[in-house]
């Protein structure tokens, strides 16, 4: 089977062109099965590639295979190849089967729509635009998948593209994801040139990995800091994240399916598949730590003030791929993939939920008008309920392994990384209250509803549920392949990954305590390793109570006394406020870049380019034209005698020439 | 492959303007015979043109399918014909071209429909001579020659303001052409002097002598007949008058064609010819391409007239180009020559679409759309996927040439490479900010309400373009390999050139700055 690796994104790409050729003039149900069944049949060659794997020795679990030269100029090379490892592997398990599921749950959803067949199209390349992103065994065709994405996200956002707000998202998310591509480009050329002034021209991940050690610790630096960019885009991290909660406006399996569970982790996973050359810069390991733990505690903050259930959902999203970043960037790349892994289930399951509450509430996403539906819509509750659970880390459910393992190793990277791990601790408390604020707000309490909204509240056909249901499951049991050893598990997950990761997370931090950071790091260095184990212990003792606290925050505030948050806002008025309006950043950034640069353009247009620069050469003709009015008078308007001054003028010049070459 | 005794050169360049006599003898009552007759001779070109492709031997350097015959022999003038990989491609995209434009013009073109097709076919004589000319006579006459017809089409046939424009466009390029004689004449005498041979056949005016400090004012005297032909910045401003006046065929070949033989000038003369001068003008014209990128794209997003906006858009991927041949390496290089072709396809594909939407509403203002989506759902397919070669998505055709553009400009510069990557993002605002105007939202204006989709013939064009479209950005194997050899050995020569050069009269830049002291002493 791993000879027919191509077989995993070619299913979708038939079913995309399927539906994209004939999709208007086949009944719904085909569009539906084309689209659902081609999701399937990827799902299966990746299921069937992972029980091959097991069957292999760990060090023989690598698969590359080129199907084409792409582009080729000079040294220049670039094929369109597959490479399959345990770490597209589980890329591609997470792709096909989350997303599978979700394409399922479309079918509910979205029977209504007139672009149905539209929808299933992008959805169909957004999925094949994915896994050429996994399964690419190069740079640049990681970066074909990386932009695609980018494409499906900018239609999919922009899906209902009558409503201005939606193709302005679409439009916000493509051009900040750009931004970011700029730096993933530069990336590109950097790595390319730099490795190619040592003889090796390439952009393959083995070939780099197998000659990093070619590449001077500043060219390190500088291409891993560059391709960073290019995931705070794609991942929607400080400053780049603005575009996220925008693509809200997107239909809801879109922001499942897109801005949860896959296309928003491609920088986590790029990150960790670069893993040996970020393991050369420590520093930029430290950044997308940093950058990462204070995405993670902003967009927190900014999710306990709205009322959008989608935008609270994004705002989480954000802070959760925040915590992915933490858990690369302290070299804990399996830990990173481990929470992406079970982020994919229970975020795309809270937002499928927030999909049929809005779908029971006739198409309401404000959670102030919400309340008491947890009688109504038991199956929707009881899968939001275990989602919650999970994303807040309670243990025994699929993010408390995944979240503990990142806050244990940032504590243990030790140095600067505590301050990292204080932080992202914090900001799991945070992420508990905010979520059971939004389970309560829309589930408990009295309904808000207006009466006509009430009487069509209904649970969400089968079709829907099901798939609900089953991410349920795996958010309860989702996290029992990486139970920690301290608990008496084997941390599966991050065996199976050792063979894509081996030691560089140890290695990358044990360079950052050499390597310029000393100072800070003898601070910290009260904890010894000695009593590791208790510590550890400690520690998840520790994190238990803080969601806890967070949860039982939740319920005070709006179960048992709903009028102490409307206190809170008026006496912290001018806080909430900014909490509420997102602390005012997209009407920054509108006032400095969109302004800035309409103002560029105004001035460049009316004055430079049609005064300045036409202006002048109007001006010489208009010089000329005065010239010619003086010379006018030599004209008699006889052609002879035109053609007369001709010749001689010719004769003059050429004459000159001839006689100035001798 | 030897000898291929079949004039096909000759012949490409004779057929359509065979056409074009024909046509001068048809009653004008005939309008439908005289379009399906310029139809079938374009459909005969291009069919001409394509065993050009299977029958060019990729694996030698030199000019192939020669032609050469004294014409003024006591003055050196031969009628010279030849192409390499670098030209092959480019007569395949105007005959190409041509086709779609005659198609295009099937009802944009009322009045004066006879004389329009002659105007066509004779301008793509002189677009396929000046692609095969390498004898400098024939060549320049060819060159102006497609200044007369450019200038009848926008001023026969163009909009409200097509006589401004048409002059605007003469003049411009008649001013760089006087100088560019000027310097063929000086280089002719130049080698008389050195080798006692008249001559104006390229190849062996390649391998003249010409002391660096006149290359310089030769290659300056070229390069600006050239460049305002590119158009590069600051000399750009001819280009959206004429775009927009033109009719929508004549705005396909100024984009798609003739904006090229700006910069295939460049290739074939003004490089190799001073190979010094050419490396010394290195920082200029990079400095001046990447202006143009970024000048061209923040300007293009402020125009509210279509065509303006995809003229100015034209500027900037025009920018790409010089800026990836003047890194001179192979990534740069056949970047630069891959992104002449995708220009071609890609903006001759939106100014088709732009035409199709004047046909049907007589505007081409941003304003005056919106929302065309709803009523217009194929053209929204065909708009989207041109648009993102335009922006250069990878996958598309775009995407292979800038992406090699700019990574060749970052290995020769980092600096270029860095700053010409930001047009990568202005791409992305104006297209897309364009995009959302005139096809999302909802349907604001009655009139937009009732328009009518694209119809077959319509539809047969786009689908043509958006052939090319995916097939140069999956596949561009196909047409990298014919210009491989051709571009390496460009190369080559270039850089030997150049540093005999330096070898002969040491490092350029002391020259320049030799040359800028004499006046002042």
Not at chain 1, 127 to 154: D, Q
Request: include cysteine.
């Amino acid at each position: 089977m791993v000879d027919y690796i191509w077989l995993i994104p070619a299913f979708p790409a038939v079913g995309f062109l399927i539906n994209g050729f004939l999709g208007k003039k086949l009944p719904k149900a085909v569009v539906s099965w084309v689209a659902c069944l081609a999701l399937f049949a990827s799902f299966v060659v990746s299921v069937t590639i992972l029980f091959q794997f097991f069957q292999l020795p760990p060090e023989e679990r690598i698969f590359e295979r080129d199907i084409f030269n792409w582009i080729t100029a000079g040294e220049f090379n670039a094929t369109v190849g597959f490479r399959i490892d345990p770490l597209s592997i589980i890329m591609c398990l997470v792709v096909t089967g989350v997303g599978f599921l979700i394409h399922v749950y479309s079918v509910g959803y979205m029977h209504d729509d007139e672009g149905y067949p539209r929808y299933f199209t992008y959805l169909n390349l957004f999925v094949f635009m994915m896994l050429i992103l996994v399964t690419a065994n190069n740079i640049l065709l990681m970066f074909v998948g990386w932009e695609g994405v980018g494409l499906c996200s900018y239609l999919l956002i922009g899906f209902w593209f009558r409503k201005d707000s939606a193709s302005n998202a679409g439009k916000k998310a493509f051009i900040v994801n750009r931004i970011g591509d700029y730096g993933f480009l530069l990336g590109i050329f950097t790595l390319f040139v730099t490795l190619g002034a040592q003889g090796v021209w390439t952009l393959n991940y083995g070939e780099i990995q197998k000659n990093a050690h070619l590449l001077g610790a500043s060219a390190a630096t500088l291409i891993t800091l560059l391709f960073f960019i290019g995931a705070t885009g794609k991942s929607a991290q400080l400053p780049l994240y603005v575009w996220l909660p925008d693509a809200m406006e997107g239909p809801t399996p879109v922001s499942s399916l897109i801005h949860a569970a896959t296309m928003v982790t491609a920088g986590v996973y790029m990150v960790a598949r670069l893993n040996f050359l970020y393991s050369m810069a420590p520093q930029i390991m430290f950044i997308v730590a940093l950058v990462g733990v204070l995405t993670a505690i902003f967009s927190a903050s900014i999710g306990f003030a709205q009322n959008d259930i989608k935008r609270v959902l994004a705002y989480s999203t954000v802070s959760q791929l925040g915590y992915m970043f933490v858990g690369v960037g302290v070299g804990a790349y399996a830990a990173g993939i481990f929470h992406l892994m079970t982020h994919a289930f229970f975020k795309g399951l809270l937002f499928l939920g927030a999909g049929s509450v809005i779908h029971a509430m006739s198409g309401e996403q404000d959670m102030r008008k919400m309340g008491g539906l947890r009688k109504k819509i038991p199956i929707t509750y009881w899968t939001f309920v275990f989602a919650c659970i999970a994303i807040a880390g309670v243990p025994g459910f699929s993010g408390f392994f995944s979240k503990d393992e990142i806050l244990w190793r940032a504590f243990s990277a030790g140095g600067p990384y505590r301050i990292v791990w204080v932080i992202a601790a914090v900001a799991a408390g945070m992420t508990a209250f905010y979520m059971f604020r939004l389970l309560f707000g829309t589930f408990h309490g009295e309904c808000r509803a207006s009466e006509e909204v009430k009487h069509h509240i209904h649970e969400s056909p089968k079709v829907m549920t099901i798939p609900l249901m089953i991410l349920a499951v795996l958010s309860v049991i989702g996290g029992y392949v990486g139970v920690p050893h301290i608990l008496g598990g084997a941390n599966r997950i991050e065996q199976f990954l050792e063979p894509v990761f081996g030691g560089a997370g140890e290695h990358a931090v044990e360079a950052a305590h050499t390597g310029g950071w000393n100072i800070i790091s003898k601070a910290f260095a009260s904890a010894g390793g000695t009593e590791e184990a208790s510590v550890e212990m400690t520690l998840m003792v520790l994190s238990v109570v803080i969601a806890f606290i967070g949860i039982y925050i939740a319920y005070r505030l709006y179960i048992k006394n709903p009028e102490l948050p409307k206190r809170f806002v008026t006496r912290f008025s001018g806080l909430h406020r900014a909490v509420y309006n997102k602390y005012f950043v997209d009407e920054i950034y509108g006032v400095v870049f969109v302004r800035g640069l309409l103002g560029l353009g105004t001035v460049m247009k009316n004055f430079f380019d049609e005064i300045v620069i036409d202006g002048s050469i109007n001006s010489v003709a208009a010089i000329l034209r005065w010239c010619g009015s003086l010379l006018r008078l030599l004209q008699a308007g006889y052609v002879q005698g035109y053609a007369f001054a001709m010749i001689v003028g010719a004769i003059i010049v050429i004459g000159y020439l001839v006689v100035r070459m001798m | 492959m030897g000898a291929f005794c079949f004039p096909i050169l000759s012949v490409l360049i004779y057929v359509p303007l065979l056409g074009a006599v024909t046509l001068l003898f048809v009653r004008r009552e005939h309008g439908t015979y005289i379009k399906g007759f310029a139809l079938v001779i374009s459909l005969i070109e291009f069919a001409l043109s394509i065993p050009l492709y299977f029958y060019f031997n990729e694996k030698t350097v030199g000019m192939q399918f020669v032609e050469r015959a004294a014409w003024f022999p006591e003055w050196g003038i031969t009628y010279f014909l030849g192409i390499d990989g670098i030209s092959l491609l480019l007569i395949l995209l105007t005959t190409f071209l041509t086709v779609l434009c005659v198609l295009c013009s099937w009802r944009a073109i009322e009045t004066k429909v006879k004389e329009y097709y002659i105007t066509f076919l004779f301008l793509e004589t002189a677009m396929i001579g000046t692609l095969c000319s390498l004898d400098l006579v024939l060549f320049y006459i060819f060159w102006e020659l497609m200044l007369i017809p450019m200038y009848l089409l926008i001023g026969v046939w163009g909009g409200p303001k097509r006589v401004y424009a048409a002059i605007k466009f003469f003049l411009f390029t008649m001013a760089g052409s006087v100088l560019m004689l000027l310097a063929i004449f000086i280089l002719y005498y130049q080698f008389y002097n050195a080798t006692g041979t008249y001559t104006f056949d390229v190849l062996q005016l390649y391998n003249a002598h010409i002391p660096v400090a006149k290359q310089y004012w030769l290659f300056a005297a070229f390069a600006l007949s050239f460049a305002i032909k590119v158009p590069m910045f600051p000399v750009h401003t001819w280009l959206p008058d004429a775009h927009t006046e033109a009719p929508t065929a004549g705005s396909v070949i100024l984009a798609g064609v003739l904006l090229k033989m700006g910069t295939y000038g460049f290739l074939r003369f003004a490089i190799p010819l001073f190979p010094a001068a050419a490396h010394a003008a290195i920082p200029i014209i990079s400095i001046l391409a990447l202006v143009g990128i970024i000048y061209g794209a923040i300007v293009s997003m402020m125009q509210p007239d279509l065509k303006r906006l995809i003229a100015f858009s034209s500027v900037s991927h025009l920018g790409y180009v010089m800026l990836g041949m003047f890194a001179f390496n192979m990534q740069g290089l056949e970047g630069s020559i891959y992104q002449m072709l995708n220009h071609g396809v890609s903006t001759g594909g939106l100014f088709l679409i732009v035409g199709m939407l004047y046909e049907r509403r007589h505007t081409r203002m941003i304003a005056d759309f919106g929302g065309l989506s709803t009523p217009m759902p194929i053209l929204a397919i065909f708009f989207m996927i041109v648009t993102l070669s335009s922006v250069a998505l990878p996958g598309t055709n775009g995407f292979v040439g800038e992406f090699l553009i700019l990574l060749g400009a970052f290995r020769a510069n980092m600096l270029f490479g860095i700053l010409g990557t930001t047009g990568v993002v202005l791409g992305a605002v104006y297209m897309f900010w364009m995009f959302q105007r005139v096809m999302f939202g909802e349907v604001k204006k009655e009139e937009n309400r009732k328009l009518i989709d694209l119809g077959k013939r319509e539809v047969l064009i786009l689908c043509s373009v958006v052939f090319f479209i995916v097939l140069m950005g999956v596949y561009p194997k196909i047409f990298f390999k014919k210009m491989d050899t051709s571009v390496e050995g460009f190369l080559k020569f270039v850089k030997e050139r150049n540093a005999y050069y330096v070898a002969s009269e040491g490092a350029p830049v002391k020259v320049v700055l030799d040359t800028l002291k004499k006046p002042a002493e």
